[in-house]
């Protein structure tokens, strides 16, 4: 019990310092990504100037998927150990997840257009990316459909984990299956097929993706365990503050944190 | 670099793409960003008001 609490308390110290300093640097990276994207990076052979499209697209999917990841690996932590900050970590990040995965399709249909000549193609990568965002909301949707929200949280969950099979489809779609969409160029065995001087742009991007990946997570973190809090004040008074006094709930009937 | 400003800003031929979407990403991960941090605001300042009622009993 006393360590369930200290969890998020501790959180609650440690993320409180590390936030402006995340903030700041995510939007040193951001802003240094951007620049090299649309000033340094060159124009490709064949794409032209569209290229610059690839280093918005390509670090939102690989959000897109990891947020995933780190949703349903959450979940299974939620499932298993009962973790206080797991389900909190998980419903954080799922909305963070659906706005890569909706910047990966919105930025992809833009690229395809002059490409392919199509914004949209029902071939196996678009479609599965496209479930992937329908998982996200899916989710999210869930999550607060019961009055009971720890009910929720455990629908939720276990969505998030069934969802984890569509990982490994969108990754190797375009290894399975004849699509449009061109196969893996920077994480395939044999290393990257990308140049360098497009590379380097793009795992800035990257980078700064996650960065800004983590500074929403905490934030968002933070605002749910303050709104938790407050819900338990507003329900039970302060701690030792005698206003209550008649008909203190008993400590069970207590949701501490959860 | 031909044409300087006006030519950067068509990119090729491909600014009706190429602009909308970093248009797009700013748009939907800025929003965000501004949402989040305004909810996360407004939750410590009503945790605030509830940790320190009106003529602090502490």
């Given at each position: 019990m006393l360590s369930t609490l200290a969890n998020p308390a501790r959180f609650m110290r440690l993320s409180g310092g590390a936030l402006p300093w995340l903030g700041g640097v995510t939007l040193v990276a951001l802003v240094v990504g951007v620049a090299w994207s649309l000033l340094l990076a060159p124009p490709d052979y064949q794409q032209g100037e569209s290229v610059r499209i690839m280093f918005i697209h390509v670090p939102a999917a690989w959000m897109a998927l990891s947020v995933y990841l780190f949703v349903a690996v959450a979940s299974a932590v939620a499932l298993v150990?009962?973790?206080?900050l797991a389900e909190v970590a998980a419903q954080a990040a799922a909305p963070i997840g659906a706005a890569f995965t909706l910047v990966c399709l919105a930025t992809g249909s833009l690229w395809g257009r002059?490409?392919?000549?199509?914004?949209?193609?029902?071939d196996a990568r678009l479609t599965s990316v496209l479930v992937l965002f329908f998982l996200y909301l899916g989710y999210i949707a869930l999550v607060n459909a019961f009055d009971d929200a720890s009910r929720g949280a455990r629908a939720g969950s276990l969505l998030a984990l069934v969802g984890v099979v569509n990982l490994p489809i969108i990754k190797f779609s375009v290894d399975w299956w004849n699509t449009l969409h061109q196969p893996a160029?920077?994480?395939r065995l044999g290393g990257p097929t990308i140049d360098v001087s497009m590379l380097v742009p793009l795992l800035v991007m990257a980078a700064a993706f996650g960065l800004l990946f983590l500074w929403l997570l905490l934030l968002r973190m933070r605002t749910a365990l303050n709104e938790r809090k407050a819900r338990a004040l507003r329900l039970y008074g302060l701690p030792g503050s005698d206003a209550t006094g008649i008909g203190e709930p008993v400590a069970a009937a207590r949701p501490a944190w959860r | 670099m031909t044409g300087g400003l006006a030519d950067y800003f068509a990119m090729g031929g491909y600014a009706g793409f190429v602009w909308p979407a970093y248009a797009v990403a700013l748009a939907v991960l800025g929003g965000l960003a501004i949402h989040s941090w305004h909810r996360y605001r407004a939750s410590r300042d009503a945790l605030d008001r509830l940790q320190r009622p009106a003529g602090a009993r502490r």
């Open positions: 150990w009962r973790h206080p002059p490409m392919w000549g199509a914004w949209w193609v029902w160029s920077v994480m | -």
